[in-house]
């Protein structure tokens, strides 16, 4: 295993990520947030029990459209590959997502997927855009196949992790998944149409915060409390480390693997976003996100920018790479 551990000097000095706007609305916690894949929408969700869509777009980036549920509460939620559809899980004992068509400033409620027990706390779409993944309290990794106007029981049911799952990703081909929950290991799954089975337990030595694929999908990377990343050989019978990289002060948070590139971006507890080349384990560029403790964090699809929820409901929008080749 190739460790690597990161020194001032190994890569440019951290300078300022770049403020484009400041969001407010929510009046409680920010829990969950996620950017549009074409970049144009950003949603977050509050202990407030509200889920707000923002214009981020605009020269003047607001509000475009709030969503309640009387009875029940938002918790996790995911964007259609489209950028169509956003699917919000419920922060409750009904483990109910629902879908939204969000193609129009005003919402409208398309489907609904159901048999969770429990808070939904991860969700995502399969590339094409034909699955939605979700995991959380229940412990169970279910995969429905939505369709428009109906309510859908999930295809898959599967069970193997002892604690409550907090992340998940779906493979880019859509053929396979893997989790992280806090029993402190990740489980990669074959996903099939007729069965779907557990292909690998891998160990990260604590909990796993969050997931990635490389695009090629043979590699996994794990991110966790314990402030390292790992890349598992996915290729091997028996998954290894390949590469660990250290570098933040603290947890790591959120990582993302921008498509068609070798970069991976990661930020942890230290509020520093940081670029690394996953091919070669270097460190290539940081930046240092002022302000506030986070309680959420989310990147767009090509790593450029982030949102930062905050403890008092404000969602900070900021620019953390320069324009990607």
Not at 61 to 86: M, Q
Not at 147 to 155: I, N, T
Not at 179 to 201: F, K, P, Y
């Amino acid at each position: 295993m190739n460790t690597r551990t990161e020194t001032p000097n190994a890569a440019a000095l951290a300078v300022p990520a770049k403020l484009i706007a400041s969001l407010k609305g929510h009046t409680a916690e920010v829990i969950s947030l996620a950017f549009s894949p074409d970049r144009c929408l950003l949603a977050s969700a509050s202990s407030d029990e509200s889920v707000r869509v923002w214009d981020i777009v605009s020269s003047k980036p607001g509000e475009r459209s709030v969503l309640r549920k009387p009875g029940d509460r938002f918790h996790a939620f995911a964007f259609a590959p489209n950028s169509r559809t956003l699917a919000v899980g419920s922060g409750s004992l009904t483990g109910s997502v629902w879908l939204y068509d969000v193609t129009d400033a005003t919402p409208q409620e398309v489907g609904t997927l159901r048999g969770a027990r429990g808070s939904i706390n991860t969700l995502h779409y399969s590339p094409d855009g034909k699955q939605v993944a979700g995991a959380g309290e229940d412990r169970t990794l279910r995969v429905w196949e939505p369709v428009r106007g109906l309510v859908c029981d999930s295809r898959s049911q599967l069970l193997g992790h002892t604690q409550p799952v907090r992340a998940l990703a779906f493979s880019p081909d859509g053929s396979n998944a893997a989790t992280a929950a806090r029993d402190a290991t990740v489980r990669v799954w074959t996903l099939g149409r007729i069965r779907s089975t557990e292909r690998a337990v891998l160990s990260h030595g604590g909990e796993v915060n969050a997931l990635a694929y490389t695009p090629d999908g043979k590699t996994l990377a794990t991110a966790g409390q314990d402030g390292s990343i790992r890349f598992w050989d996915l290729t091997a019978i028996k998954p290894t480390v390949r590469t660990e990289l250290k570098a933040h002060t603290g947890a790591v948070r959120s990582i993302l693997i921008a498509p068609k590139t070798d970069t991976l971006v990661s930020i942890g507890d230290d509020l520093r976003v940081r670029n690394w080349d996953f091919r070669n384990g270097n460190q290539v560029r940081e930046w240092e996100v002022p302000g506030r403790a986070a309680t959420r964090v989310a990147f767009t699809l090509d790593g450029r920018y982030m949102a930062k929820g905050t403890a008092d409901g404000t969602v900070e929008l900021f620019r953390v790479a320069e324009k990607r080749s």
